[in-house]
């Protein structure tokens, strides 16, 4: 390489601090720097791609030709520091601390219950604020935007977006629909429902500090300074293998450009930072041209608009957005086409940070931008030292065509994009998983020109982009259209040219083959309308209108602000004011989350001498370890040691599960072996350095269908069984028989898992700080792995970031692997998954293959069913039996069957090891049965929901398992669900509706829902807690729960609050740990607050009870009085607290017992409108009942409901795990894997808590933790509703199965139609597709 100057100091701020750092390394991130050098651990990592929002932080920029500041959001993940050269960094910390004073936007993301677990706070945090800095008083609509980038997997968004609600101008607020009244309008309502008084007011605005924006820090002077320094200069940073280099002006980078030709121009970094990151490229050297002036200009001329390559892609929103206002509508189109597309690519972190120079060179073959400006005739200017030229971005540029290439010493300056012209239409089409921030499945850009005042086609482009490595152009077809007239025959024939033009192999990468050939006409199809509907607006005498029925089918889904009501019961007016049982209170660390001052294990500080831990996984399904080479990896700086099976002093194959494969492995993605050393970068490195080699061996089971063949299975069969089924069937009028395939569900908890062991200089003793679900689990794995006591193994457990069943068993196998390391070492180790590692290791639900054979009468009723249930388990036990056990056990869900048997077996596959998920088994199982309830309506000739209202258990009974209860709340969830969403005249419209659209078409579901709690054996719900008082008068309580941000923690000072009548500010809870409460069980079941609450009752009644002679004497006494005197008499003022666990059986060889301690009843209505071209899908609304029986605390439970139902929603819908033939999982973080992001949510979401009684738990109350996850399903079914309608339509009448994930391939490839008709079929014995269905 060159010889090149010494290293610079690079300078900027941070929270209004300077930083000058002398040995700025351009290989280092600003989320590393900030929460690694600088210590600030508020931003947070989620997947280090740019995809979830959780390291968000403000940059803010002086601009020395406008003389403005500009202050924008990035995700600190893809910023490299060197970057930030005179750039002001505001993170969460710089915003408000509790140490000094919260900010506005901190406060109302608390009090709204914006937070649960709290890892995406700050992050959410951070986008509110940044707008909010540009605009004081946003409008509703900004705040979804700016919040598009941010995923929160906790709280189904809804209080999130109403936090940043309160900041909008009332004036803008909305109107609820119909009702006239403002959803913002949180004056206590209270509504009568039955005989309840029901509350709406979760949290009080009367509490609110106002917001004044003149508060705010101001911008650096010295960075004013520095940016007008008329004497600036290049500027160079040498990193340990990399150097960066800042040119001064365009010609310095022209210079450079000539220097290193090969160096790649950095603007926003979200190209190369992830090409680096997961792509393994090296760059020696880097130029950054960032904030050249040069670069930055926008330059509108009577023929089009030329624009500057530095903008960002939110600077090129803003500039279109502008001309657009000035410019006629005809000279716009192509703008337009930009403008639509520019809203929904990525999310507003990265608009602000990628350029138009770097999306244009970079050409993704997603591109969203490239194939509307190729449509739109725009041209790149470039310029080198050898002059300027310009370059047509076109076909052959946008397919990487060597000769219509830049030049590698060449820069792009701007893009030229000319207005369209009368008769030109220009625009811009693309479906993705979601409608936000997902790449394209697959995007077009398409213009057409016409001889003045015909149809008939002058010229004719169309691009399309997610068809192949890159964004293609259908050329010829276009050429062959020239002169033809724009009518239907016309459209026939192109589509026919361009499916032969674009030909997409059966085995491509990205998989979807078939629904990606069919969007290619299907967008086609839209476009051709799209023209004819403009000619038509021209020039209605010559040129006909498309039907009525098909306009609908131009527009794509608004993107709309979400908006609802909760209700819930008031608080007694009687119940003394300091009890806060029943009152909405905010989560405990609330205000902790938002101001990331809430403590996660990654962000405690390093200890000396610790190890960090990077994991070589198997990268077969199922192969022998002929050898395990790890020399080259010890031979790297920085690495201590790697650690294998062999290092294991106890027992390495526990239980079943593997800690460290030896000798063979099961699965891809199994650890082999992890690398100890001083940084997690060296650890990585040399991970990648371990060579093992494999002796593939069969067989290799991947599916379910592969397992069933070869009969592996994890455990034996489960069943229960009433009435005679085999009788049953012979005397019904009909019987059908079906399939259901339900995939698996990553849980993309926002923190991965997390584990800080800490060996002790004494007796073996082993410290672990773990994000987890169940401390005693770690505690014994980590014992059985060392040969040691439990009583040497302290587990704490502060806080995890979400968990959602991801985290009972998965923690206990990462916790053993990393003792293990640290034993050997001898030293700390920090082990803090990755994302990708942490989803390729962890796997999650179950997918599950349900088989159904039902008997039943004309009139509806079902009389005979036979169920067989089989999930792919994966590799080892984890939990998989006890989830087919609660699958069978829940499978007759609402619905009295008299003669029904149910049977499951959980099959072993290698798959890596499937664990418990949130509903464990019921979101999965009783799809099946909706599946059949819908498949016999339609036999029927009836709704769904008449089959469901025929079918329900009505009166007290007995379950399939022999299990007594009294179904009246589940009546009444599903009666109030029904008159409350006006589901009859719901129905009844959207019928109307699709009478009147061809294209696009509603549906309404209503599903019913009995779910259990807790586990069938009592032992399992058995608790402890630990409550001391000290002299102050203050109280520490300690229970066996985790807080996983369900609000557990802060339902337990509830209780305590009113068990000991002290206010809550006198109880502290800290964390959970082995050390005060051992043996305690799993915090999962919907139980925590249950079983734990009753514990904590328990002592505080004790301690209640030795309080009260003291109390007796001295009636009138303040509580640290009684206190100081229960010590002066020897008083004990510590106490456990105990409960038993709920009486429960199951006897699973009879097949009967009360397995569970009570049910949780609940319904849901959802309504959809579908696009029958695309595939896509927009939740219009969503009312849910959820009975509650008496809520401790209707925040946290209607958080719980609607975080669920989101979670669940996503489960139905867009989140799809894709694997290869070979058990390889290809999703491994946000761009390839799509929990739902505000936009999905529905854009009217209603919960309300139903009053019921439920005397055995504590306060009367129920556990929601997982309930609301099934309700998602409302969702499929309603897209079921939707569909069918579009199928009969085309006279398809017979019954059909949607399985789940409805996602919009799915969807797309069963509305069938002239186009799914027309795309060339391959057979599938002749290619190996790119991904399986596991299910
Ligand atoms: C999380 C995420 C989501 C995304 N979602 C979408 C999406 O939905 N749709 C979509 O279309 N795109 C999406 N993208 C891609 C994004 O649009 C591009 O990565 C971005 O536009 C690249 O711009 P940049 O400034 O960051 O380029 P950089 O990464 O800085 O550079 C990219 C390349 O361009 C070259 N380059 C940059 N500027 C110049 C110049 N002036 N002259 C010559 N060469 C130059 C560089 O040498 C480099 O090779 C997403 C990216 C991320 C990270
Ligand atoms: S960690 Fe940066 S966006 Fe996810
Ligand atoms: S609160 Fe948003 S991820 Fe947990």
């Keep these: ?75 600190a993940c893809l910023v490299p520091i060197c970057s930030l050269y005179g750039a002001a960094v505001t993170t969460v910390e710089g915003v408000g601390s509790i140490k000094t004073r919260i900010h506005p936007v901190q406060e109302r993301l608390a009090k709204c219950h914006g937070t649960q677990c709290g890892f995406c706070s700050p992050g959410m945090m951070m986008s509110i604020y940044t707008l909010l800095r540009n605009h004081p008083e946003p409008t509703p609509e900004q705040i979804t935007e700016a919040l598009g980038g941010n995923l929160c997997r906790c709280t189904g968004y809804r209080p999130i977006v109403e936090s940043g609600k309160t900041f909008c101008a009332a004036s803008t607020v909305c109107q609820m629909k119909g009702s006239g009244k403002c959803c913002m309008d949180k004056e206590e309502k209270s509504f009568t429902s039955g005989q309840e008084k029901m509350c709406t007011k979760l949290y009080n605005e009367d509490e609110f500090q106002p917001f004044d924006p003149t508060q705010e820090p101001i911008f650096p002077p010295e960075l004013i300074r520095m940016a007008e320094d008329p004497n600036k200069r290049r500027l160079t940073f040498r990193g340990k293998r990399t150097t960066w280099i800042t040119p001064v002006n365009l010609n310095d980078l022209l210079e450079l450009k000539t220097r290193f030709p090969e160096a790649p121009i950095i603007m926003g970094n979200t190209a190369v930072g992830p090409s680096i990151k997961f792509r393994d490229e090296f760059h020696p050297v880097f130029i950054s041209p960032l904030g050249l002036q040069e670069l930055y200009f926008v330059n509108s001329t009577d023929d089009g608009v030329t624009i500057g390559a530095g903008y960002s892609l939110a600077q090129l929103n803003d500039a279109l957005h502008f001309i657009v206002s000035e410019q006629p509508k005809e000279k716009t189109k192509t703008y337009h086409a930009l403008l639509k597309h520019l809203r929904t690519l990525a999310g507003a972190q990265i608009r602000n940070m990628a350029t138009l120079g770097g999306h244009v060179v970079s050409r993704p073959n997603y591109s969203d931008l490239n194939p509307i400006l190729a449509a739109g005739n725009a041209t790149i200017n470039l310029i080198s030292k050898e002059g300027k030229r310009q370059i047509p971005l076109d076909g052959r540029f946008l397919e990487k065509s060597p000769e219509a290439n830049l030049k590698s010493e060449e820069t792009v300056l701007s893009v030229y994009i000319p207005h369209s012209t009368q008769w030109h239409f220009v625009s811009g089409l693309r479906i993705a998983q979601r409608q936000e921030n997902a790449f394209a499945i697959v995007n077009a850009g398409m213009s057409v020109k016409f001889e003045d005042g015909t149809d008939t086609i002058k010229e004719l482009q169309m691009f399309y982009g997610s068809v192949g490595p890159t964004v293609v152009s259908a050329s010829k077809t276009c050429q062959q259209l020239i002169g033809r007239q724009w009518n239907d ?12 033009e674009i030909y997409i192999p059966p085995d491509a990468e990205g998989g979807m083959v078939e629904y990606r050939r069919t969007l290619i006409i299907s967008l086609l199809f839209k476009f051709y309308l799209k023209v004819r509907r403009g000619l038509n607006k021209m020039d209605s005498h010559k040129f006909p209108d498309i039907p009525e029925k098909f306009v609908s089918a131009l527009e794509d889904f608004p993107i709309e602000t979400p908006q609802g009501i909760q209700m819930f019961q008031c608080v007694d007016p009687y119940q003394p004011l300091q009890d806060p049982v029943g009152h909405p209170v905010m989560h405990q660390s609330a205000i902790k989350h938002t101001t990331g001052e809430a403590v996660f294990v990654d962000d405690m500080p390093p200890i000396s001498q610790e190890l960090f831990l990077a994991v070589v996984t198997s990268t077969r399904a199922h192969a022998k370890i002929i050898l395990i080479d790890t020399s080259a990896a010890l031979a790297l700086p920085g690495v201590v040691d790697v650690i294998t099976a062999e290092d294991v002093p106890g027992e390495n194959n526990y239980q079943g599960e593997i800690f460290y494969a030896q000798n063979e492995v099961i699965c891809v993605g199994q650890i082999v072996c992890t690398v100890a050393a001083d940084t997690y970068a060296h650890a990585k490195e040399a991970a990648k350095k371990v060579k093992i080699v494999y002796e593939d061996l069969e067989p290799r089971i991947i599916t379910i269908e592969q397992a069933l063949e070869h009969n592996s299975f994890l455990s034996a069969e489960k069943k229960i069984e009433q009435g005679d089924v085999e009788q049953a069937f012979k005397n019904v009028d009909q019987i059908i028989e079906g399939k259901v395939h339900v995939e698996g569900q990553e849980h993309f908890y926002m923190e991965t898992q997390t584990i800080l062991a800490i060996p002790q200089e004494e007796d073996k003793e082993m410290v672990l700080h773990v994000g987890t679900q169940f401390q005693t689990h770690v505690q014994e794995y980590v014992a059985a792995a060392l040969n040691i006591p439990r009583n040497r193994v302290a587990c704490h457990a502060k806080r995890a970031g979400g968990a959602f069943g991801g985290k009972v068993s998965k923690p206990a196998l990462l916790g053993a692997v990393s003792a293990v390391a640290a034993n050997k070492t001898g030293r700390p180790i920090r082990f803090i998954l990755e994302r990708g590692d942490d989803m390729l290791i962890t796997a999650g639900r179950h997918p599950l293959l349900g088989k159904y054979k039902i008997g039943f009468m004309n009139n509806g009723v079902i009389k005979a069913a036979d169920i067989e249930y089989y999930i792919n388990g994966g590799c080892t036990p984890d939990e998989s039996e006890l989830v087919m056990e609660f699958m069978v056990l829940r499978s007759e869900n ?57 079918n329900m258990y009505k009166r007290t009974s007995r379950t399939a398992h022999k299990q007594t209860f009294n179904p009246e709340p589940l009546r009444r969830c ?250 390889v999982l290809y999703s491994r973080g946000p761009d390839d894997y799509k929990i739902p992001t505000v936009t999905e949510i529905p854009e009217e979401f209603n919960v309300t808590l139903v009053r019921s009684g439920n005397p055995i738990a504590i306060y009367s109350s129920k556990g929601l933790g997982e309930a609301g996850m099934f309700l998602g399903s409302s969702v499929l079914f309603a897209i079921y509703d939707a569909v069918a309608a579009a199928r009969r339509e085309r006279g398809l009448t017979k019954t059909f199965t949607l399985s789940s994930p409805a996602t919009p391939e799915l969807i797309r490839m069963t509305c069938v139609d002239q186009f799914t008709d027309m795309i060339p079929r391959d057979d599938p014995s002749t290619f190996t597709p790119w991904s399986i269905h596991v299910s």
């Design 1 to 75: 390489m060159p010889s090149l100057s010494n290293s610079d100091e690079l300078i900027f701020f941070v929270n209004g601090r300077k930083v000058i750092e002398k040995n700025a390394d351009p290989e280092v991130n600003l989320l590393f720097y900030l929460r690694k050098i600088l210590h600030l651990t508020g931003t947070k990592y989620g997947c280090g791609s740019g995809g979830c929002g959780a390291c968000t932080v403000m940059v803010s920029r002086y601009d020395p030709k406008t003389k403005k500041i500009h202050h924008y959001p990035v995700t």
């Design 489 to 500: 025959q016309m459209l026939s024939d192109a589509c026919r040219l361009v499916l032969d």
């Design 894 to 950: 609402a619905y009295y069957i008299p003669n029904f048997r149910c049977r499951g077996r959980p099959c072993k596959t290698n798959l890596p090891s499937n664990t418990a998920f949130r509903g464990f088994g019921f979101p999965q199982a009783i799809v099946v049965g909706e599946a059949y309830i819908t498949a016999v309506a339609s036999q029927c000739n009836l709704t769904p929901e008449q089959v469901k209202e025929i």
């Design 974 to 1223: 599903w009666e109030e669900c029904l008159e409350k969403s006006s589901f009859s005249a719901r129905k009844l419209a959207a019928e109307e509706f699709n009478k009147k659209n061809r294209w696009k078409k509603r549906g309404l579901a209503v599903v019913p829902m009995k779910f259990t709690v807790g586990m069938p054996t009592t032992f399992y719900n058995q608790a402890a807690a630990l409550v001391h008082i000290y002299l102050d008068g203050s109280v520490l309580v300690s229970h066996g729960g985790c807080e996983l941000g369900q609000g557990l923690h802060t339902k337990m000072i509830q209780v305590a609050s009113r068990e000991l009548n002290i206010p809550e500010s006198y109880i502290h809870l800290s964390e959970t740990n082995t050390t005060t409460v051992p043996n305690a069980t799993f915090t999962a079941g919907s139980m925590g607050a249950d079983i734990h609450g009753k514990a904590v009752q328990n002592a505080c009644q004790i301690l209640k009870a030795r309080l009260q002679p003291v109390i007796g004497k001295n009636p009138k006494g303040k509580w640290e009085e009684w206190i100081s005197e229960a010590y002066e008499e020897s008083i004990s003022l510590s106490t456990t607290g105990y409960f038993k666990g709920y009486q429960t059986n199951m006897d699973w060889k009879k097949g009967e017992g009360d397995a569970f301690p009570y049910f949780v009843y609940g319904a849901s209505c959802s309504e959809v409108e579908v696009d029958c071209l695309t595939g896509a899908h927009k939740l219009l609304r969503t009312d849910i009942f959820m009975d509650a029986a008496f809520s401790i605390n209707p925040a946290v439970d209607i958080g719980q409901i609607e975080g669920a139902f989101v979670q669940g929603m996503g489960f139905y819908t867009t989140e799809e795990l894709k694997y290869s033939p070979e058990g």
